[in-house]
């Protein structure tokens, strides 16, 4: 559990706590009569002013605290991915859509967000389903495909793209 629901937790506990304190404050001298049913409502009113902006805030440190456990549950997948490349050299890319369990379209997603955060530099090609894991050097220099040999182009920010076969070098 992440530090954002367990705030939101707190928060929501310290609101139930105003509202019974309120309730006890306010309904046991009602029931001795020591207070009028008009205080008793003022009472609890003022303990809802002070509970609800309490149990909104837990609410939403709750949802963000979720959403912070997605977003680092696919940054370790991500790292995950970057760690099989690099210690297996290639990777194929049904073999890392198994392992993380993530549909393929996702995994290239993915490939390229790594390419565009320059934390990746290798190839691919499509069509073998292949990843490849390369020094961002020796790829600057590459002016032909490694698979078919056809001249590489460059096709968007560190991306070089072979016209032939579709291999796809990452540049970082």
């Known amino acids: ?15 139930v706590v105003v ?7 306010t ?13 008793m409502v003022l009472g609890l009113a003022v303990a809802g002013i002070v509970a609800l902006p309490l149990a909104a805030i837990g609410v939403f440190m709750i949802v963000r605290g979720g959403q912070e456990a997605k977003t680092d549950v696919m940054a370790a997948k991500q790292r995950r991915l970057l760690d099989m490349v690099s210690s297996r050299g290639e990777l194929a890319m049904s073999d890392a859509a198994v392992e993380l369990q993530i549909p393929r379209d996702e995994l290239k997603n993915w490939i390229y967000r790594l390419v565009g955060l320059g934390v990746f530099s290798g190839y691919i090609n499509w069509d073998d389903g292949v990843l490849f894991s390369a020094q961002a050097s020796k790829l600057r220099e590459l002016t032909n495909c490694k698979k078919c040999g056809g001249e590489v182009k460059l096709v968007g920010k560190g991306v070089v793209k072979c016209p032939y076969c579709g291999t796809e070098y990452f540049l970082d």
């Open 19 to 25: 509202c019974l304190l309120g309730a006890a404050v």
């Open 1 to 15: 559990m992440n530090n954002g629901r367990i705030i939101g937790l707190v928060l929501i506990g310290g609101a």
């Open 27 to 39: 309904v046991v001298p009602l029931i001795s009569g020591d207070l009028t049913p008009a205080a």
